[in-house]
């Protein structure tokens, strides 16, 4: 199979080869599928650059987490019913060295997805981490139905889904986001709401906004964001982070989050418990057959540009998601 794969850390240009590997074969309880198009991620920009000391778990790693294309075979254990079926896959290189930038990836067979008719698989690529991401933020804490529900950096990928998901499940979202571009996409996601938080009256304009605060944060940069969302957020309230990569955590308002009762949720997709992940994928793919989500694609690259996509991810200036075209 083609498939490109990095054998140590370091610049996109330099580590990332385009070449041809051994086709895998599905073990027991795994399925092989042909990829038609692969989604990146930061997480597959940051292990390939060892950012955050991520060091180098196996000799050579394809990477690749999120992915779209149809079950090519399947291993021991697998009905050959599934083999044809058009799927999603989430969490691809979680767990092993090979992922879903290759013409063919291995997974278990549950984190492959019935893909709906309707979506295609670019839009199938774009989900896995950022949508399962999203729906664990929002949702982790019970019902949004007439909250209020503030996401941070509202046009990125897990804000994107995070804020059609709190959308649907009745919520009230306000987002923030600095330029009008970035402003843009978070309205389109369906935000009723949005702020420019590098304002110095960001808080209060989220608190005329939301009396008493806001119930839910789906949150993108915990250490940079923590002083409006601490400022913000209402008794009883949720911060749900998944990431905090722009600055690191300056010390915790502990009394005053202390005294509102505030719930501080850190999200790792890959250590969902397995009901809550089963309940994100049932809930994600009922939308999908609603046909209700919206995937904004920023840039499309073929198998053998996937350094320049690298790059560009690492880079943060596209909107939307990057995939690869398998």
Not at 109 to 114: E, F, K, M, R, Y
Not at 130 to 151: I, S, Y
Request: charged content about 20%; glycine content about 10%; hydrophobic content about 45%.
């Amino acid at each position: 199979m083609k498939a490109a794969w990095y054998e140590r850390n370091g610049p996109a240009g330099d580590v990332l080869v385009v070449g041809e590997l051994p086709d895998p074969e599905p073990g027991s309880g795994q399925l092989c599928v042909r990829v038609a198009a692969a989604g990146i991620n930061p997480a597959d920009v940051k292990r390939r650059s060892g950012a955050g000391n991520r060091a180098m778990r196996t000799p050579r790693v394809v990477p690749g987490d999120d992915g779209a294309g149809v079950v090519d075979r399947v291993g021991p254990g697998v009905p050959a019913g599934r083999i044809g079926e058009r799927v999603w896959i989430h969490s691809a290189n979680h767990r092993q060295s090979y992922g879903t930038s290759a013409e063919l990836v291995v997974v278990p067979a549950a984190q492959a997805i019935g893909l709906p008719a309707n979506t295609s698989f670019e839009a199938g690529a774009c989900l896995g981490v950022p949508a399962l991401t999203a729906h664990r933020c929002v949702f982790a804490d019970g019902p949004v139905d007439g909250r209020t529900v503030l996401v941070t950096g509202g046009a990125g990928s897990v804000a994107h889904y995070a804020i059609e998901l709190a959308r649907h499940g009745g919520a009230t979202v306000i987002a923030t986001a600095s330029t009008p571009r970035k402003q843009a996409a978070a309205r389109e996601a369906g935000a009723h709401h949005v702020v420019d938080y590098r304002e110095p009256d960001a808080a209060t304009a989220i608190l005329d906004l939301a009396s008493g605060g806001v119930d839910r944060v789906v949150d993108v940069a915990f250490g940079a964001n923590l002083p409006l969302t601490s400022a913000v957020i209402a008794t009883n309230g949720v911060i749900a982070s998944y990431a905090s990569d722009a600055t690191p955590e300056p010390g915790l308002p502990f009394y005053s989050l202390m005294r509102r009762g505030v719930t501080i949720r850190l999200v790792l997709v890959f250590v969902m418990p397995e009901a809550e992940l089963s309940a994100a994928v049932d809930d994600v793919t009922r939308l999908l057959e609603r046909d209700v989500l919206t995937h904004p694609i920023a840039a499309r690259y073929a198998l053998d540009d996937i350094a320049t996509a690298h790059e560009a991810v690492e880079q943060g200036r596209l909107i939307g998601k990057t995939v690869i075209i398998a």
